[in-house]
């Protein structure tokens, strides 16, 4: 096999993976369309309102609503859901800091729970752990597209009389039992950023299928307006979450591409899945039985590195970029990150809650530890790419193997990540 191209030889994979974001004449016409209408403002256009209810559609939801981004998609429900000082929501360690940090902006307290080993989602037994007489919600991250364990979630909920949410920022158009995330809880939250599955540069989605929720969220999302009102009635706490005409007119284009691309995306990963499995040491993101179908916002693998040659999971990744595939990087642990082991993220507190200890942060989160530290993320632009594409990831990764020997005696000192 010949040599690796981080030491000087050719790499494996020339043909180039597609391009993202996509676009076409659909949505050049989409925003010139908008731009000679003159209302590029959500509250009188019909861009946004369209691409809400196509995209809640989709998702079998009955309401959407569209938000700035995935972050405040994340706020304003649980703002909707009355999350507030004093209150606890249980999340993963294991995710973006948004599904913490939409906590702390209410004045409640994020409390970080372990993920399962296999599919790095929320582990379910360690939130029912968690839940005191605080406990106001859970937030379920749909790690890399495949989703949390939403029949034990929902059960944990319904038994607590406690909410429900699905962080599914990786998971547009993945499906659990056949049907598709969204509905399980009491509301879900989308992203609509650069790298997600669709895309508007920037953009978020709530959807639920409860009436109340869905009121409640609009008005947060527009200054505390209600339907039907005065526009300068203003009934609630809320701020200007609009998302504006642009991004609806793209997005309800991105949208007629979904389904296509995640049936391509999910075809190509379970390929993947076959090929990479034969290679020793590495070891794919688990694909439950309940999961039948995943978005697939990365392509996710456990490295051992006992099996190439104790090299740092960097020097791999150095040495995967040099074949020719591309990598993004995983989540850090959401405890260790400054904010919270400075205890800044006590200022957004208030009575004995910002005083007390809070021991779960004093926990060890193996999995979590282990999935930020020794996985390795494809992103998914690579999965719409062609079979021949994913042979030669396996290929790439095959060659680092049979020469990890080699890369291990031209490393750098590498300091490795605690």
Same mark, same amino acid.
């Given at each position: 096999?010949?040599?690796? @191209?981080?030491?000087?030889?050719?790499?494996?994979?020339?043909?180039?993976?597609?391009?993202?974001?996509?676009?076409?004449?659909?949505?050049?016409?989409?925003?010139?369309?908008?731009?000679? $209408?003159?209302?590029?403002?959500?509250?009188?256009?019909?861009?946004?309102?369209?691409?809400?209810?196509?995209?809640?559609?989709?998702?079998?939801?009955?309401?959407?609503?569209?938000?700035?981004?995935?972050?405040?998609?994340?706020?304003?429900?649980?703002?909707?859901?009355?999350?507030?000082?004093?209150?606890?929501?249980?999340?993963?360690?294991?995710?973006?800091?948004?599904?913490? $940090?939409?906590?702390?902006?209410?004045?409640?307290?994020?409390?970080?729970?372990?993920?399962?080993?296999?599919?790095?989602?929320?582990?379910?037994?360690?939130?029912?752990?968690?839940?005191?007489?605080?406990?106001?919600?859970?937030?379920?991250? %749909?790690?890399?597209?495949?989703?949390?364990?939403?029949?034990?979630?929902?059960?944990?909920?319904?038994?607590?009389?406690? @909410?429900?949410?699905?962080?599914?920022?990786?998971?547009?158009?993945?499906?659990? %039992?056949?049907?598709?995330?969204?509905?399980?809880?009491?509301?879900?939250?989308?992203?609509?950023?650069?790298?997600?599955?669709?895309?508007?540069?920037?953009?978020?989605?709530?959807?639920?299928?409860?009436?109340?929720?869905?009121? *409640?969220?609009?008005?947060?999302?527009?200054?505390?307006?209600?339907?039907?009102?005065?526009?300068?009635?203003?009934?609630?706490?809320?701020?200007?979450?609009?998302? $504006?005409?642009?991004?609806?007119?793209?997005?309800?284009?991105?949208?007629?591409?979904?389904?296509?691309?995640?049936?391509?995306? %999910? +075809?190509?990963?379970?390929?993947?899945?076959?090929? *990479?499995?034969?290679?020793?040491?590495?070891?794919?993101?688990?694909?439950?039985?309940?999961?039948?179908?995943?978005?697939?916002?990365?392509?996710?693998?456990?490295?051992?590195?006992?099996?190439? @040659?104790?090299? $740092?999971?960097?020097?791999?990744?150095?040495?995967?970029?040099?074949?020719?595939?591309?990598?993004?990087?995983?989540?850090?642990?959401?405890?260790?990150?400054?904010?919270?082991?400075?205890?800044?993220?006590? +200022?957004?507190?208030?009575?004995?809650?910002?005083?007390?200890?809070?021991?779960? *942060? +004093?926990?060890?989160?193996?999995?979590?530890?282990?999935?930020?530290?020794?996985?390795?993320?494809?992103?998914?632009?690579?999965?719409?790419?062609?079979?021949?594409?994913? %042979?030669?990831?396996?290929?790439?990764? +095959?060659?680092?193997? @049979?020469?990890?020997?080699?890369?291990?005696?031209?490393?750098?000192?590498?300091?490795?990540?605690?």
């Amino acid at each position: 096999m010949p040599d690796l @191209a981080l030491l000087g030889g050719h790499k494996t994979k020339t043909k180039p993976f597609p391009d993202w974001p996509m676009y076409d004449d659909k949505e050049r016409r989409a925003l010139m369309e908008v731009l000679e $209408s003159r209302v590029w403002w959500r509250t009188p256009g019909i861009k946004t309102l369209e691409f809400e209810r196509a995209f809640a559609t989709f998702h079998r939801a009955k309401h959407g609503i569209a938000v700035t981004n995935g972050t405040a998609a994340l706020e304003v429900v649980m703002a909707a859901l009355s999350v507030g000082p004093g209150d606890e929501v249980i999340v993963p360690d294991f995710t973006f800091i948004a599904t913490a $940090s939409a906590v702390l902006f209410t004045g409640a307290l994020p409390v970080m729970v372990d993920v399962l080993p296999d599919t790095y989602c929320i582990d379910p037994d360690l939130v029912e752990a968690a839940i005191t007489p605080r406990t106001k919600a859970i937030i379920a991250v %749909h790690m890399g597209g495949h989703p949390a364990d939403l029949d034990r979630l929902a059960k944990i909920a319904r038994e607590h009389s406690i @909410a429900l949410v699905e962080d599914s920022s990786h998971a547009h158009g993945s499906e659990w %039992h056949g049907r598709r995330i969204g509905t399980f809880g009491n509301a879900a939250t989308f992203s609509f950023q650069s790298s997600k599955l669709m895309t508007a540069g920037e953009g978020g989605i709530i959807i639920t299928n409860e009436d109340e929720v869905e009121r *409640l969220a609009r008005s947060v999302h527009d200054c505390g307006r209600m339907p039907g009102e005065w526009f300068y009635s203003h009934f609630i706490y809320g701020s200007n979450y609009r998302l $504006s005409e642009w991004q609806g007119a793209v997005l309800g284009v991105q949208l007629t591409r979904l389904e296509e691309q995640t049936a391509r995306r %999910h +075809k190509n990963a379970r390929l993947l899945d076959g090929l *990479l499995i034969e290679i020793e040491g590495i070891t794919p993101q688990k694909l439950s039985p309940q999961c039948t179908r995943n978005g697939q916002y990365a392509y996710i693998f456990h490295v051992d590195r006992d099996t190439f @040659a104790g090299i $740092s999971i960097e020097r791999f990744i150095a040495a995967m970029n040099a074949e020719g595939i591309p990598n993004q990087a995983s989540y850090p642990p959401v405890h260790n990150l400054h904010v919270f082991k400075s205890g800044e993220y006590r +200022k957004k507190l208030t009575g004995r809650q910002a005083e007390e200890p809070h021991p779960f *942060l +004093k926990k060890d989160f193996p999995e979590t530890h282990r999935a930020a530290w020794e996985t390795v993320w494809i992103p998914q632009p690579a999965l719409l790419g062609d079979e021949e594409d994913m %042979h030669e990831i396996a290929t790439a990764l +095959k060659k680092i193997q @049979a020469h990890a020997g080699e890369l291990a005696a031209a490393s750098p000192a590498v300091r490795e990540t605690a």
